[in-house]
């Protein structure tokens, strides 16, 4: 499978609690983009990398938010001390430098009670 | 005003009638152009890119681009039920050339 991974594709979570998923992008892609979509919303821009350096984080990113990319290869995002506003579909795309056709994963689905 | 808008829908038309779904953007610089399909529950899929004024075809789809008017539009023909979707407009800013920031997406239904 050479298309964008995403892990877990559902979440549940008290609130309060912490959680971290994983994005393993399409191999060649040095692009990994994080996006959080909301229903009826479009995709909302979280952050991104060129390969393990994080170049933009959203405004609308609290500190409650943190992404890394260690190697240059997979990514994780970690939201700490959950709150309801955070359920939403976390969303991780590719893209190759300089290209900025992304391709997107299967999505994960937090829901926080 | 937002940096990208849609309208939202739903937009209903009959199997077989051409379905036009309209974009507006408000970064004048903006360079690169997409439209993303994204059916229920599941993640956008990528469908067209247009990078240049005019018109750009691929199979059903066409996309158009005015930069002047900063409009993108995307056309389907031959509307079929599996295209009921909602499509996503997504533009790369000026201001940050290496991301994509979308619309709200426009809901698409074919009556069959």
């Known amino acids: 499978d050479t298309g964008v991974s995403q892990n877990p594709r559902h979440k549940i979570t008290k609130r309060g609690q912490n959680v971290t998923f994983r994005c393993d992008p399409i191999s060649e892609h040095n692009r990994l983009y994080w996006y959080r979509q909301t229903l009826g919303q479009g995709p909302e821009f979280l952050t991104y990398f060129q390969n393990e350096a994080q170049l933009e984080k959203s405004r609308l990113l609290s500190d409650r938010f943190s992404a890394e990319r260690p190697k240059g290869s997979f990514s994780t995002l970690e939201i700490q001390r959950t709150e309801q506003g955070d359920s939403a579909m976390y969303l991780c795309?590719?893209?190759?430098?300089?290209?900025?056709?992304?391709?997107f994963g299967q999505g994960t689905r937090l829901t926080v009670v | 005003q937002k940096e990208v808008e849609q309208n939202s829908g739903p937009l209903s038309v009959p199997e077989g009638a051409i379905a036009s779904l309209n974009c507006t953007y408000s970064d004048r610089g903006s360079q690169s152009f997409f439209w993303y399909r994204q059916y229920s529950g599941k993640s956008p899929e990528l469908i067209m890119s247009i990078y240049s004024n005019g018109d750009k075809e691929d199979g059903r789809f066409t996309a158009q681009l005015n930069k002047a008017s900063q409009y993108v539009s995307l056309l389907i023909r031959d509307s079929q039920p599996s295209d009921s979707a909602t499509y996503l407009c997504a533009v790369n800013p000026k201001t940050s050339y290496d991301k994509v920031i979308f619309g709200p997406g426009t809901s698409l239904s074919v009556i069959p």
């Open positions: 795309a590719s893209s190759e430098t300089g290209y900025t056709e992304a391709f």
